[in-house]
């Protein structure tokens, strides 16, 4: 499994539904990106100017809603991942 370095966290991302309420099914460079994902691994967190570590306030297998174009995508093992700074966070979705 990969591990994210400092503040970064590792999401598996929800692909949104391909049809409407209508029935419609919409093209794929139709859809908006994804904004919520679970997170499958964290860094150790962030260290500041004084050589302290402060830990990340979220953990594994936390929903979170991020920014829509915050991250940058991988592939490992034929899984595609966002590797996301904490800052990129929005929100814990309950």
Aim: net charge negative; aromatic share 4%; no cysteine.
């Amino acid at each position: 499994m990969l591990k994210p370095l400092g503040d970064r966290v590792i999401v598996t991302v929800e692909e949104p539904e391909e049809q409407t309420v209508g029935g419609i099914v919409l093209a794929s460079n139709a859809k908006e990106k994804p904004q919520t994902g679970k997170i499958v691994a964290v860094g150790a967190g962030r260290v500041t100017d004084d050589g302290k570590q402060v830990p990340l306030s979220v953990k594994e297998g936390e929903t979170v809603l991020f920014d829509k174009y915050a991250g940058s995508e991988v592939k490992y093992e034929d899984v595609s991942y966002l590797v996301l700074h904490e800052k990129d966070i929005m929100a814990i979705v309950d």
